[in-house]
């Protein structure tokens, strides 16, 4: 009898979907059952409980092959679910330098915000481990002398700004709504001070978040950073709609601030007609 699954005649010439060998229906009917039973029972049970069932079918599948392929999927989920749990541990353990922040235990460095506002008490240890640049700061030797008064001054960040480096270096992490407000600034600061997985970070939110209303100021960030690779997503994605951003008000501001990156649109532009209709 044909069968519309493990049949060798090509797709077109199959017989309707509703036709299936008997073999193919006891597989079918056997990965049913395991899903609602096995799958489930997994889901609901705990520990060393979690740990016999897995065994238990994969004991089952050594003297029943159909069901094999499905047991060790389901070992594959067993392990993903325990390597994230452990994940979850260690970044729950890590997130304890947060709380030496918030409660200012044991600070030793002050830093200060561009404006006038509060400096914030923080760690040398610290922020010489997650950025080179803080390291050569903090360092003193026979030609350079330390930080004046034990504070160093980050000129181009107001005091939310600093609050998020500092959170986000102690922690490795921030809530997307302090993300989605200093992406830029934050992305700026991470060139500056070369503290690569905050770059990262900010460039994962950028690409995930370009839109027409976002993408020129992701453009003029790149250009700033001498990020190639995020300037490149940008300018392609203006070029791709340009209708809906050339003709802006936000348009006319970002070319009178950057001209050069005005120029590097218009010739985008240009070369992307040209591909097309040599495409033609």
């Known amino acids: 009898m044909d069968c519309s699954i493990c049949s060798a005649m090509p797709f077109i010439l199959r017989p309707p979907r509703n036709t299936i060998c008997a073999t193919c229906y006891e597989g079918a009917r056997t990965v049913i059952t395991l899903t609602t039973n096995k799958l489930d029972h997994i889901d609901n049970t705990k520990g060393s409980d979690n740990n016999k069932t897995v065994t238990g079918l994969l004991s089952a599948s050594s003297s029943n092959p159909s069901i094999k392929g499905f047991g060790n999927a389901l070992k594959w989920v067993k392990e993903m679910k325990e390597m994230e749990e452990e994940l ?50 903090l360092e003193s030797d026979g030609c350079k002398a330390p930080p004046i008064d034990d504070t160093i001054t980050l000129p181009e960040l107001n005091y939310d700004e600093l609050e998020c480096l500092l959170e986000f270096l102690y922690s490795g992490d921030l809530p997307k709504e302090k993300m989605d407000k200093h992406v830029y600034s934050l992305s700026i600061a991470a060139d500056k001070y070369e503290i690569p997985f905050l770059q990262k970070f900010c460039d994962n939110q950028m690409l995930g978040s370009l839109n027409t209303s976002n993408s020129l100021d992701v453009l003029e960030i790149s250009d700033t950073c001498s990020n190639h690779s995020l300037k490149e997503t940008a300018l392609n994605f203006i070029v791709k709609n340009m209708e809906d ?26 070369i992307d007609i040209k591909n097309r209709r040599l495409a033609l």
């Open 88 to 137: 979850k541990e260690k970044l729950n353990y890590l997130s304890g330098f947060v709380v030496a922040l918030r409660d200012h235990i044991h600070t030793d460095i002050l830093i200060k915000p561009g404006n006038d506002a509060p400096s914030i008490p923080a760690h040398r240890a610290l922020l010489a481990a997650r950025s080179d640049i803080f390291k050569n700061i």
């Open 245 to 270: 951003i050339v003709f802006t008000p936000r348009f006319d501001a970002f070319a009178l601030k950057n001209p050069h990156l005005t120029v590097q649109i218009t010739r985008a532009s240009f």
